[in-house]
Nanobody, 121 residues
Framework: QVQLVESGGGLVQPGGSLRLSCVASGNIAAIGVMEWYRQALGKQRELVAKMPRSGLADIADSVKGRFTVSRDNAKNTVYLQMNSLKPEDTAVYYC???????????????WGQGTQVTVSS
């Protein structure tokens, strides 16, 4: 019913930047909160950023001041701009989106496939 496709990951040196994108498609009537999570090897998945349809975004303390989350509602897309990257940012990044499917009356959540971000010299 709904697919999330992530892109933008890769290998970058410390101090570099990447921009992740997550595009939702399918039988979408509305999209609620769009989020970014990450999971480093051997670690629990953690919330990085939360972006409501309107209003203020929430950014995790670990990335505050370096990462920015935004969304384009017309394109059903959420972005994560990652600046001043550090080795500890290395992880698989997942988008997580709440979607109301056409002809339904409740939001369901969907996960992207994940995109690898590696920060290394």
């Amino acid at each position: 019913q709904v697919q999330l496709v992530e892109s933008g990951g890769g290998l970058v040196q410390p101090g570099g930047s990447l921009r992740l994108s997550c595009v939702a498609s399918g039988n979408i009537a509305a999209i609620g909160v769009m989020e970014w999570y990450r999971q480093a090897l051997g670690k629990q998945r953690e919330l990085v950023a939360k972006m409501p349809r309107s209003g203020l975004a929430d950014i995790a303390d670990s990335v505050k001041g370096r990462f920015t989350v935004s969304r384009d509602n017309a394109k059903n897309t959420v972005y994560l701009q990652m600046n001043s990257l550090k080795p500890e940012d290395t992880a698989v990044y997942y988008c997580h989106v709440w979607v109301m499917v056409i002809n339904t009356h409740a939001f369901s959540d969907y996960w992207g496939q994940g995109t690898q971000v590696t920060v290394s010299s």
